[in-house]
């Protein structure tokens, strides 16, 4: 595949939300999907759809990996690229995560169904940077968008981050 993906490569910096509004996990998932959405990410009219095939996905399984951050993800037809968003909760919400912890880092990615190696490009980026104790830190700690673009810039030059 040569180059690795990097965050850049797929996150939607215009679709940052550092302080996600819902009470649960739900509205945390349509508020970052409504977000993707108002970036022109998701083309017409599949807003909903998508929110609700990732919430559906939630449910038979959670993404919440535990540690206080979940990975929502959906594979669909709307989108021709893989595309992501984060967003943050100060508060945390119940992802219903595998130590029962609350989540308070949320990472969406919504990807083409035509492009399988991709997505699985995407999530291994995710869940490297994501497994070390420093980036979720780091990542927890923004309060803007521009701070959590400058993190996932910086992840993408630093493996180690």
């Known amino acids: ?25 739900d509205s945390a998932i349509g508020e970052l999907v ?20 990732v919430i559906g996905r939630e449910r038979e399984a959670s993404t919440g990996m535990g540690k206080g951050v979940a990975v929502p993800h959906v594979k669909h037809k709307a989108v021709k690229d893989v595309v992501a968003s984060v967003g943050l909760c100060g508060a945390g919400l119940d992802f219903s995560a595998l130590d029962k912890q609350p989540v308070y880092s949320v990472i969406l990615l919504v990807s083409p169904v035509d492009h399988p190696d991709k997505h699985l490009q995407a999530m291994e980026h ?3 940077h994501l497994q070390q104790e420093k980036f ?20 993408d030059e630093s493996p180690s981050l």
């Open 1 to 25: 595949m040569g180059d690795k993906m990097k965050f850049s490569d797929f996150i939607c910096f215009e679709a940052l939300v550092p302080a996600l509004s819902g009470p649960d996990r």
């Open 34 to 53: 409504r977000s993707l959405d108002k970036a022109g990410k998701l083309g017409k009219g599949n807003c909903k759809k998508i929110t609700d095939a």
């Open 126 to 128: 995710i869940f490297q």
């Open 136 to 155: 979720r830190k780091f990542l927890r700690q923004c309060q803007t968008a521009g701070q959590i673009e400058d993190l996932l810039r910086e992840a």
